[in-house]
């Protein structure tokens, strides 16, 4: 059996967990250890032909990235099987928007919802901190709507041409617009090359320009300030009876041997995301908690939370050429601010470039087969014009059913229950949700007639379930009702931590990952600060 | 006697030639065609594939190439020029060629279960393509290379009666060889930029710079 002994253990090595550490690496100087039940994937010096042969056949350009039997079901958009160093994020698309003020306050202000425990304001400098350490390039929104205490660190990425005419329409519907902030370099920074636009962002970027963890992992244990063990899988936590204090995890290699592994540590923290984190605490049940760690509330694995999105393109009589920069969009944040109408609806709204509708066809419209020169000009009549693709994620809340579950059909090869997720909308989310999407429709058609286009092709919000899913162990100032406090401990045991996603109350309505690490920082600030 | 003579890459000595003379080596030896593309990217080097288990799959590779080419010339437009439309068959050959089948997909947001590439199109393909010789023969009493192209295309289309694609399917998901190959030519930033009449370069990395203004027309392409 192997035994490690350390001062603060990490479990996960996801985009929160490596900036965490960073943090912590910086502000303790106590001994810190990693553990990732995956292995390594593809490194960067082979990201550039495994891109070739993703564009080339759709393969998996991350090598080695799951483990067949640790998996969940019952999945939502936004899971993946990826189960490796770095997690989720060595494939995320790289879009980093804060989520908004009325996010953190929707029982305050509309009478729906849960409050967190703290403020949009207390959140920006830990925000302004994963931007900084994440190197992300924005442009300012009008202030009203984009409130920050700093400048973004990177210029933005550019309004291309595209993005330039579709910016105008938007414009004359009455829509503010602004470049979409991303974890990409603008510029060169911190060692990796500026963006070159590759296309392939998500799932994969080849210059090393998109953030990725691995480049915070590689130097923090070049610099030897944190031990990461990849392959090691923590199966529990033991909490010692009485004080309930975490006194070690166990669990075993995934490698060929399945050693057994214990460690010992002075400060536990949970940093596995929204599946992972919860499913551990449930399987640390017994007879002292029956019900599993931290679960005095009966909360662990509750109140899973995402969003829908609405979708749609628009063809419209300007010409656009697909292809400048693809992945990169245009936000707005005028949706964000307030309900509206009379019911409540907030949501993002997201503007892309598009060539939907607008590839080569096998027959012309008479049904003969194209070939040669005929199919050439056919492509090209079809090429002409310009699609603008748009997309809306809007707030969805989640029930308390919302849930995750230890699934005694499916174990993996340690006889360990694997997680089942179901997905359940808040009454009152249920109840809005055909007048919600259907006024995005709307907002849709008002902007094609402003443009003069055409909205064709809607997304059923059924295709993909609810997105940048969160909760889990959510947070609160009352031990009743919540799992952590506004810091991430657990109620229940002292140096416990649960970190970044899996604390959320809500899932807001855009992108989450930069909200994550933000919350991750906010924790490991709490945690540098508690000592242990 | 090989007949897949436009091979790009010089071709392992002392295999035993099939029935058609094409080959059949190990997988490794497939990836390492590497050909100037027009295309989808072929591997960029030899990438020793192996099947989940390890061992390295056994593939056969390379087409009937007189006859390959003489459907892209068919198929291919006239504005490629012939070279331009040999180079786009030799990249469709480099590209099957370099094909792992059943290799894992992206594991994209949304599902949690690994999924997998198709198996190996090529043997389809092949038949379709000895087919279209046949289809000649029995329509025009010729060999398919001997026709003209109006010919050739007349039999194509036969050939495609039974298909169902409307628009460009993706090349992997094509069921004709003759939509494959199309198929694989119009994935290609050339093709791409050759129907939207200006230099775009989807999916080639390029600076950030001159992003803001218009793509530079192709000369001498009208769009």
Redesign the interface.
């Known amino acids: 059996m192997k035994t490690i002994d350390t001062d603060i253990l990490i479990v996960g090595s996801g985009i929160t967990a490596a900036l965490m550490a960073a943090r912590l690496s910086e502000t303790t100087t106590r001994r810190i250890t990693v553990v990732e039940a995956g292995r390594q994937t593809t490194v960067f010096a082979e990201r550039?032909?495994t891109r070739?042969?993703?564009?080339?056949?759709?393969?998996?350009?991350?090598r080695r990235?799951?483990l067949?039997d640790q998996?969940?079901?019952g999945?939502?958009?936004?899971?993946?099987?990826?189960m490796h160093v770095g997690g989720?994020a060595m494939?995320w698309g790289g879009v980093t928007p804060r989520y908004s003020p009325e996010d953190f306050t929707t029982h305050a202000m509309y009478g729906i919802g849960t409050d967190w425990p703290f403020t949009y304001d207390d959140l920006d400098p830990f925000y302004q901190e994963a931007e900084e350490r994440m190197g992300v390039a924005g442009e300012q929104g009008p202030p009203a709507l984009d409130p920050r205490g700093k400048p973004y660190p990177l210029p933005p990425?550019?309004?291309?041409?595209n993005l330039?005419q579709l910016q105008e329409w938007a414009t004359g519907a009455g829509i503010a617009t602004w470049s979409t902030p991303s974890a990409k370099n603008?510029i060169a920074r911190d060692g990796r090359a500026?963006?070159?636009?590759?296309?392939?962002c998500y799932?994969v970027c080849?210059?090393g320009a998109k953030y990725s963890p691995d480049f915070t992992w590689n130097a923090l244990v070049a610099a030897k300030k944190v031990t990461l063990i990849p392959e090691t899988l923590v199966r529990r936590l033991v909490a010692e009876p009485g004080t309930g204090r975490i006194v070690r995890a166990t669990g075993n290699r995934t490698d060929a041997s399945g050693e057994e592994v214990t460690i010992t540590a002075k400060t536990f923290v949970l940093a596995g995301g929204f599946v992972w984190s919860p499913h551990l605490l449930l399987l640390s049940r017994d007879t002292a908690y029956p019900d599993g760690l931290a679960n005095r509330s009966g909360l662990v694995g509750k109140y899973l939370a995402g969003h829908r999105n609405v979708g749609g393109q628009i063809t419209l009589p300007m010409e656009l050429?697909?292809?400048?920069?693809?992945q990169h969009s245009l936000v707005s944040k005028q949706y964000q601010r307030a309900s509206y109408r009379g019911r409540y609806l907030r949501h993002d709204l997201r503007i892309w470039e598009s060539d939907a509708g607008r590839?080569?066809?096998?027959?012309g419209d008479d049904g003969?087969?194209l070939?040669?020169?005929a199919?050439?000009s056919d492509?090209?009549a079809r090429?002409?014009g310009g699609t603008a693709r748009v997309r809306a994620y809007y707030d969805v809340l989640p029930d308390r059913e919302s849930k995750l579950v230890l699934d005694p059909a499916r174990k993996n090869r340690f006889g360990d229950p694997m997680p089942h997720l179901t997905f359940k909308d808040a009454p009152e989310s249920a109840a809005l949700r055909e007048w919600q999407e259907g006024q995005l429709r709307d907002l849709f058609e008002q902007m094609a007639k402003a443009g003069k286009g055409t909205l064709r092709l809607q997304n059923s919000t059924n295709d993909?379930?609810q997105?940048h899913p969160t909760g889990g162990c959510r947070m609160g100032d009352d031990p009743a009702n919540s799992v952590v406090d506004g810091w991430g401990r657990a109620h229940d045991h002292e140096n416990l931590w649960v970190a970044g996603a899996p604390a959320q109350v809500s899932a807001g309505c855009c992108n989450g990952t930069l909200t994550f690490v933000a919350v991750g920082l906010r924790t490991a600030a709490a945690v540098a600060k508690a000592g242990g | 006697m090989i007949d897949d003579r436009n091979r790009p890459v010089p071709e392992p000595a002392g295999l035993p030639p099939s029935r058609r003379g094409f080959l059949k080596v190990a997988g490794a030896v497939a990836a390492s065609a590497a050909a100037a593309s027009v295309g989808c990217a072929p591997p960029a080097e030899n990438d020793a594939r192996q099947s989940a288990f390890g061992a390295s799959i056994q593939r056969t590779v390379g087409f009937d190439r007189p006859l390959l080419n003489m459907l892209g010339d068919a198929v291919l437009p006239e504005a490629l020029g012939s070279a331009g439309r040999l180079a786009a068959v030799t990249s469709f050959v480099a590209w099957v060629d370099g094909y792992d089948p059943v290799a894992e997909e992206m594991h994209g947001y949304g599902y949690a279960d690994v999924r997998y590439l198709p198996a190996d199109p090529a043997p389809g393909w092949r038949s379709q393509l000895d087919a279209l010789d046949t289809l000649a023969r029995k329509m025009g009493q010729k060999p398919f290379v001997e026709l003209d192209v109006a010919a050739r295309r007349d039999v194509v289309s036969a050939a495609l009666a039974s298909t169902r694609e409307t628009v460009m399917p993706e090349p992997l998901g094509a069921s004709h060889i003759a939509i494959a190959l199309l198929a694989h030519w119009t994935a290609s930033p050339a093709a791409k930029d050759l129907a939207m009449g200006a230099h775009v370069g989807v999916l080639t990395c390029r600076p950030l710079a001159g992003t803001t203004t218009r793509p530079l027309p192709i000369v001498g392409v009208a769009t």
């Open positions: 550039a032909k070739d042969r993703f564009i080339a056949y759709g393969e998996d350009p991350w990235d799951h067949d998996n969940a079901s999945i939502t958009h936004g899971y993946s099987p990826n989720l494939h990425l550019p309004v291309n041409y330039s603008s500026q963006c070159q636009r590759c296309d392939t799932p080849p210059t050429y697909p292809g400048v920069n693809s590839g080569p066809r096998v027959r003969r087969p070939f040669g020169d199919l050439l492509w090209r090429a002409k993909i379930g997105e």
